[in-house]
């Protein structure tokens, strides 16, 4: 069975350690039995040590640089997030791009490194554009340099628009059918850059305001995969909510 994926993208939160070592022990005990959803915890890196994945919770880091080792100060390589248990990566977040001046080219090196690495990513592309547009097509194409066929299946595409990210100045939530023209659109590029049968094999998720009350019609009428809530996944008991959510129905 393939599994709806679930992703929590805790940004820079929560405050301290003993509030996130709480939040991920009450997560674990939520998700103990759930069958149709895995559930990925994306925690600030300092929290990752501490943090275990399990087989039915999967950790996540946010961001990671290229290599394995080396003169690169303050940075975190992909081998150091696997050698700590951790699954996946987010890349190519739009908050990156805004505070950290990250371009499309350096997305592309840590993509490639984290794939070497052994590490899933979880592939971010959105606009501030309501319509999918030449920006995600850059962001795809340019991101994906030397990526190789057989590896799209290491990845997860988020459609993130960025005026529907719940931080951003006018947002607006997303229909489930704009995030179904979201995954569309993705697909075709996909479908250009490698194959039909790759583009239509790729998993594609959503995320921007994901909660319990929605994310059931982004999957269902949305045709997503999953979803990458942000905000609503500092709460433990609603992120619990969304999972449960989506594994009753
Ligand atoms: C995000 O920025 O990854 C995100 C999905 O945030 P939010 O759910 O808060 O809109």
């Known amino acids: ?63 990671c640089f290229l290599g394995e080792r080396g003169p690169f100060t303050g940075e975190v390589s992909p081998k150091q997030l696997k050698s700590l248990g951790v699954g996946y990566v987010i890349l190519g977040h739009s908050e990156r791009r805004k505070h950290s001046g990250e ?59 960025v005026w529907a990210i719940s931080t951003s100045k006018n947002k607006v939530v997303a229909t489930p059918q704009e995030a179904l023209k979201g995954g569309l659109y993705i697909r075709d590029i996909l479908g250009k850059i490698f194959d039909e049968e790759t583009a239509k094999k790729a998993k594609i998720i959503y995320g921007g305001s994901v909660d319990s009350s929605n994310i059931r019609g982004f999957i269902k009428e949305g045709k997503m995969a999953g979803g990458l809530p942000g905000a609503a996944s500092l709460d433990p008991h609603e992120f619990i909510r969304m999972v449960k959510a989506v594994d009753e129905s």
Request: aromatic content about 8%; glycine content about 6%; some cysteine.
């Open 103 to 161: 371009l499309t080219e350096l997305v592309n090196r840590k993509i490639i490194a984290a794939l070497g690495a052994g590490l899933k990513v979880i592939f971010c592309v959105g606009s501030e554009t309501k319509k999918p547009g030449k920006e995600m097509r850059y962001q795809l194409k340019t991101g994906l340099k030397g990526v190789k066929k057989q590896d799209v299946a290491k990845l997860v595409f988020v459609y993130e628009p």
């Open 1 to 63: 069975m393939v599994k709806i994926i679930i992703i929590a993208n805790w940004k820079m939160n929560p405050a301290t350690l003993t509030e996130a070592k709480r939040n991920f022990e009450i997560i674990k005990k939520g998700v103990r039995n759930i069958k149709k959803v895995e559930p990925v915890i994306c925690a600030p890196f300092i929290f990752l040590p501490v943090l275990k994945a399990t087989n039915y919770l999967k950790l996540g880091a946010q961001d």
